[in-house]
């Protein structure tokens, strides 16, 4: 008996030791090799299911294109920026990040620099040091009775304001993604980014840097803030106009700024550096104790869980599947492929739009990996590098219209989902169910009734419903040594059109094929795999 091979996972970059340990308590093996130059990342990968990282490996194209078995990518702490992640989509590898390991040290560095600003620390600290005792020289501003501006209101930023208002200071949020509900929750005003920029004392940034916030803190936007503004950004670098940033600084129009992150890293050179009013660290957000163990410990949990169970936790290009669903949802998710694949063998011309319908039982559940697992088994017919990682991206990119239906009400079956497709020569569509829960089952076939098991090698015949046909497909297949395994037949009505559909123990040859087509009355006959 041959043994289940073990996930094997590569940590490339140092983390706490505890991570490996946690990979092989979850049934993993795991490697830790750290500091390699990409030619000798690349010459390794191949044998990986799992890469486990931190910020200094870059996952570029030539990387991926040689993890010829990777399956998932773990970044432990929440930039992702060395990540090629349409290229990992496009080539079916999750990525997942830690947005929760190191949000407390964060958010507390952010309200560290803070102080600084307010009370010239860093300054005060060198001048000290050096024997001048600048009593006289330094006056600071309190914090406390100010407006903080929250660019950003996710994570990081909640626990900004929650300690800004431990403070007694006055906090307002500009975030797209804020509701009012949270807003009251968290304790901040919701408002917009010019509302902001023209009441803030001190501005802090929390959000991921995208094409919306690259530059948030413009030339233009850095104009409209309150004189005598405190910029602080511990997020991620291009968020502030480095330049426009130190022109701010020179005229006095901003007291003070504090980065720990710039637009090139390592930052061994910028304009901003000397500049009065300015301090910065060299991206010291997460350097804690406590939060570097904690994302090594969170990214070894989730890509342990995933190579494992099927669990998806903070992945970045696919839905969210917790350890709890996965068992759950998976007999699903493997009969939405078997109709995807069903039906994308079946329909020749090009479809337009690829429609979910979900009835019963099947409703309560997640249903985007259903959607996704629709999507791989039908796009896996044209190529057989599609999974449900890249199938909706791969969908997106040919611009394959997909709908997802629910209906709760349950018809003949305590759960159903339905896969139908529009092409040019109309709309047509499969369903299946589950039988005591687990088993798929093929239960409608273009509008006819048919009950089958979609496995390994099938044979498709429509014909008209008449005597003897079944006799003559019978001998001959039997003639050319093909075992039937099951008959599954559908009418539409009697001697109108009938559908067989034949699980075969071996693959149907071509002349096979041919012949069938010629009995009498076949209209249409294809060989099918699952």
């Known amino acids: 008996m041959t043994e289940t091979r073990k996930p094997r996972v590569l940590i490339s970059d140092k983390m706490d030791p505890n991570a490996a340990r946690i990979f092989i308590e979850k049934g993993c093996d795991v490697d830790v090799i750290t500091g390699e130059t990409p030619e000798q990342l690349i010459a390794r990968i191949g044998d990986y299911d799992g890469l486990a990282i931190r910020s200094s490996t870059k996952v570029t194209k030539e990387i991926l294109d040689a993890a010829t078995n990777l399956k998932v990518i773990g970044r432990a702490g929440i930039g992702v920026d060395n990540v090629d992640i349409p290229y990992a ?6 990525v997942m990040n830690t947005p929760f390991g190191n949000s407390i040290t964060t958010a507390e560095h952010a309200i560290a620099l803070m102080f600084a600003l307010a009370r010239q620390i860093p300054e005060a600290n060198e001048q000290t040091q050096a024997g001048l005792w600048p009593k006289n020289g330094f006056m600071g501003v309190e914090v406390t009775g100010k407006t903080l501006g929250l660019i950003g209101a996710g994570n990081i930023g909640s626990i900004v304001a929650s300690r800004a208002i431990g403070l007694r200071m006055k906090v307002v949020a500009f975030d797209p993604f804020l509701t009012p509900e949270r807003a009251i929750e968290i304790g901040v005003e ?17 959000t991921p840097l995208t094409a919306e916030t690259k530059n948030i803190l413009s030339k233009e936007n850095l104009a409209k803030t309150k004189k005598g503004v ?6 991620r670098g291009g968020l502030v106009d480095e330049a426009a ?13 504090a980065l720990d992150v710039f637009q090139t890293e390592p930052a061994k050179e910028s304009p901003l550096f000397g500049t009065k009013n300015f301090i910065c660290t060299p991206h010291l957000g997460a350097s804690t104790t406590e939060a570097q163990v904690n994302v090594a410990l969170q ?21 969210s599947l917790s350890a709890e669903e996965a068992p759950k949802l998976r007999p699903y998710m493997a009969l939405a492929e078997k109709l995807g694949s069903l039906v994308g063998q079946l329909t020749p011309s090009a479809v337009a739009r690829i429609s979910i319908h979900t009835e019963g039982a099947a409703t309560e559940l997640n249903a985007k990996p259903i959607v996704a697992a629709v999507l791989a088994g039908f796009m896996k017919v044209q190529s057989a590098t599609v999974n449900m990682v890249n199938a909706p991206f791969l969908a997106k990119e040919r611009g394959l219209e997909v709908r997802e239906v629910k209906t709760e009400k349950t018809g003949d079956y305590h759960t159903l989902i339905r896969v139908s497709v529009k092409t040019e020569a109309g709309e047509r569509s499969v369903a299946g169910t589950l039988f005591s829960n687990a088993e798929p089952r093929l239960v409608e076939l273009f509008g006819i009734k048919v009950e089958a098991e979609l496995t390994g090698d099938n044979l498709y015949i429509v014909n008209e419903d008449a005597p003897g046909f079944i006799g003559r497909i019978g001998t001959l297949l039997g003639e050319n040594g093909i075992n039937i395994g099951t008959f599954n037949l559908g009418r539409r009505e009697a001697g109108g059109e009938a559908v067989l559909l034949l699980s075969v123990d071996s693959a149907v040859p071509a002349e096979v094929l041919d012949a069938a087509g010629k009995l009498p009355g076949v209209k249409r006959v294809k060989a099918l795999a699952f």
């Open 190 to 206: 919701k408002v917009d980014l010019d509302t902001l920029l023209a009441r803030a004392d001190f501005i802090t940034l929390h």
């Open 89 to 94: 989509s496009a080539k079916g590898v999750v």
């Open 230 to 235: 405190r910029i602080i950004n511990c997020a």
């Open 299 to 319: 990214v070894a949990e989730q890509l342990g869980e995933y190579l494992t169970t099927g669990g998806v936790t903070n992945a970045l290009n696919v839905p």
């Open 245 to 257: 940033l130190k022109e701010g600084l020179d005229s006095g129009h901003i007291a003070g700024a």
